[in-house]
Nanobody, 124 residues
Framework: QVQLVQSGGGLVQPGGSLRLSCAAS????????MGWFRQAPGKEREFVAT????????RYADSVKGRFTISRDDANNKVYLQMNSLKPEDTASYYC?????????????????WGQGTQVTVSS
């Protein structure tokens, strides 16, 4: 098993940047595909980004492509989501997740472990 603890997030103006962090304890992040999801009030949880176990494959939702970057530091058991050029529609609770799948999957139910969530609010 792995426990995921998130940090980062907060309030930022449109066009600004934030970096979310996800620290793992228990099994190392290197044994998991890692992903980020988000959920806005009244909406379903949606895929944001994923990175394969080796870090060789990344996938992004069309809505964040070119603005967000997922990365992993397995030596320190951490995964990051760098968010640039933030827009009001990026406002949501963001969740990191770990999957035992060997595929960098965008499907939430393929993820086995979830972080506690962190709020990102983009507003002037």
């Amino acid at each position: 098993q792995v426990q995921l603890v998130q940090s980062g997030g907060g309030l930022v103006q449109p066009g600004g940047s934030l970096r979310l962090s996800c620290a793992a304890s228990g099994r190392t992040t290197g044994t998991y595909t890692m992903g980020w999801f988000r959920q806005a009030p009244g909406k379903e949880r949606e895929f944001v980004a994923t990175i394969s176990r080796t870090g060789g494959t990344t996938r992004y939702a069309d809505s964040v492509k070119g603005r967000f970057t997922i990365s992993r530091d397995d030596a320190n058991n951490k995964v990051y989501l760098q968010m640039n050029s933030l827009k009001p529609e990026d406002t949501a609770s963001y969740y990191c997740a770990a999957s035992e799948s060997f595929i960098a999957t965008s499907t939430p139910n393929r993820y086995d472990y979830w972080g506690q969530g962190t709020q990102v609010t983009v507003s002037s």
